[in-house]
């Protein structure tokens, strides 16, 4: 069965910090990889996915991640956070069954 | 282009009672989603569809719950009778064409449901 893990529940960072959040999955086959952003009142939206080719993959706003086969894990980081970074981050897989199964989720909090 | 429309946006229900949501997907959108976001945790799939046929319902509390998507596009997810637990945020989302591996979901703003 397919699962995915996020290790950090909570994270406060000062602004211009780096971050890095984790995420790994459970899965066997060929998946797709998914970061979705929900800011506070809002709906969920892509950042950045995985299905194919240079596993380093660039998203919006300066986001990035990176997907590596052999540890199951797909982190995404941003060299320096912004306060309108608060939000909170889900990782996402896809596989053979074409559903989304989501992580528990990171809050990030960024102090100004 | 339009985005994901979910109602209500909020729904105060007593236990016991019963409560409906609505999602209508983005146009052209195949396939639609519903998912339960209890506070604190990720969004847990309920049920998907491909048109108008179901795809996985393996999460779905069927003595409970149950959801419908006539003629392949608006769906409603109804619960009955509602228990305190079903306390959380219902998500709808749809996506262009399950078979692409990278399609991506688009969700709606949810619909927050508090049972009392």
């Known amino acids: 069965a397919q699962s995915v893990s996020q290790h950090n529940h909570h994270v406060i960072l000062s602004e211009a910090a780096s971050l890095e959040l984790g995420c790994n999955y459970s899965y066997g086959g060929t998946v797709n990889l998914f970061w979705y952003v929900q800011y506070p009142g809002q709906h969920l939206q892509l950042l950045l996915k995985y299905f194919s080719g240079d596993p380093l993959v660039k998203g919006i706003k300066g986001f990035e991640a990176e997907f590596i086969k052999s540890k199951f894990s797909f982190n995404l980081r941003k060299p320096s956070v912004q306060w309108s970074d608060t939000a909170e981050y889900f990782c996402a897989v896809r596989g053979g069954t074409y559903k989304y199964i989501f992580g528990t989720g990171t809050r990030l909090k960024v102090l100004a | 282009e339009a985005g994901v429309a979910q109602s209500p946006r909020y729904k105060i229900i007593e236990k016991r009672q019963s409560v409906a949501f609505w999602c209508n997907p983005i146009s052209g959108h195949a396939t639609l989603y519903w998912y339960q976001q209890i506070l604190g945790q990720g969004p847990k799939l309920l049920i998907q569809f491909q048109n108008n046929g179901v795809v996985d319902d393996s999460q779905l509390p069927k003595d409970r719950f149950s959801a419908e998507r006539l003629k392949g596009v608006d769906s409603t997810l109804k619960i009955q009778p509602a228990k305190l637990e079903d306390s959380a945020v219902y998500l709808c989302?749809?996506?262009?064409?399950?078979?692409?591996?990278?399609?991506?979901?688009?969700f709606g703003q949810g619909t927050r449901l508090t049972v009392v």
């Open positions: 989302a749809s996506s262009l064409v399950q078979q692409d591996p990278g399609t991506e979901a688009f």
